[in-house]
């Protein structure tokens, strides 16, 4: 049975030709990534710009959650998020600030809570102030941090350092372009959304350390060739398996953002786009960046030594004895 293959195993696209391309275009997207934080700003959900969170029961021990999502709406207190709890009948009811204070803010509880009726049972009312939620973004930054720096302090040790400055680079794209998405779709951005950047981060150092750890193999086969067809050759190589992973999990995610309902759906849309960033932060910006950084001293006269011969080599090798097949049957 012939298996399914979304690329050729025996790829030779020349990705490092378009090195010049890719970094403008990736800087202009990084520039505008900022700028819109800096002036549209992210929209915050109740985690972090603050807000109330109700917790009921439903008596008849299953909750109905389009009918308390479309109950609560009416209630002119702005976006509202209905979530379950786990069990069946605990459902979470949160929104946002409401100006006018703290009377305000009592105001908009006891009307989502005339609105859940009397078939659930208020069990907690608890309010998150601008002083939890800036410990919340502060702590969510934190983590972000410190995950990038350990991966990355393990990539220095594991491969050389041009690898790690690479990874770096890349990394600090991939986030950089996600803060922009978040700013540009203004989708909510909660803890959810921090599980999503550092899911981000961990799917663009596994597909950066796929390709690294190809182009390490491949340098100690390939001694002559240079730079620029040694990181083609590597990266072709893992073009199936880098395209086949992609699939996969843009179809699984996919399935989140139709069947997974709004409480999920920012988490999703942001994976969809984070997993083709990080894929090609991995071809167009971190592997470029090796040959910028010195990753073999060319210049320095590196010994003229090949376990194998060159990709170009085995190709112009196989041509020969092709053609010298033909003319031996003329």
């Not at 800087?27 to 700028?35: D, F, Q």
Request: glycine content about 8%.
């Amino acid at each position: 049975m012939k298996l399914l293959r979304l690329a050729p195993e025996n790829t030779t696209f020349g990705f490092m030709r378009f090195r010049r391309v890719s970094y403008p275009f990736s800087a202009l997207l990084s520039i505008v990534s900022v700028v819109l934080f800096l002036t549209v700003g992210m929209n915050f959900g109740i985690d972090f710009a603050g807000g109330t969170l109700i917790e009921v029961r439903a008596n008849s021990g299953h909750a109905d959650l389009a009918k308390l999502r479309a109950e609560t709406e009416k209630m002119n207190v702005g976006p509202v998020g209905v979530q379950g709890l786990g069990q069946p009948s605990d459902v979470a009811i949160r929104f946002g600030l409401q100006p006018g204070g703290d009377a305000a803010q009592e105001g908009a509880v006891q009307r989502v809570t005339r609105a859940v009726g009397e078939d659930y049972t208020v069990r907690q009312t608890s309010v998150v102030g601008p002083t939890v939620s800036g410990e919340l973004v502060q702590s969510g930054t934190l983590g972000v941090v410190i995950s990038i720096v350990a991966v990355l302090c393990y990539l220095w040790f594991r491969f050389e350092w041009q690898f790690a400055v690479g990874a770096i680079i890349a990394t600090m794209h991939d986030l950089l372009l996600t803060v922009g998405f978040f700013s540009i779709t203004q989708l909510e951005f909660n803890t959810t959304s921090i599980a999503a950047i550092l899911t981000i981060v961990g799917y663009s150092l596994n597909e950066t350390v796929v390709v690294l750890d190809r182009i390490r193999e491949m340098m100690r086969k390939y001694r002559r060739i240079s730079t620029n067809e040694l990181i083609d050759v590597s990266v072709n190589a893992v073009l199936p398996r880098t395209i086949m992973t992609a699939t996969t999990v843009f179809l699984a995610l996919l399935s989140l953002v139709v069947f997974g309902g709004e409480v999920i759906r920012s988490f999703s849309l942001a994976m969809m786009f984070g997993i083709f960033v990080a894929t090609y932060s991995s071809i167009f910006i971190c592997s470029p960046m090796l040959i910028y950084l010195g990753l073999r001293p060319e210049a320095a006269g590196e010994p003229a030594i090949t376990t194998e011969p060159s990709p170009a080599e085995v190709r112009a090798k196989a041509q020969l004895e092709k053609t010298g097949t033909a003319k031996a049957a003329v």
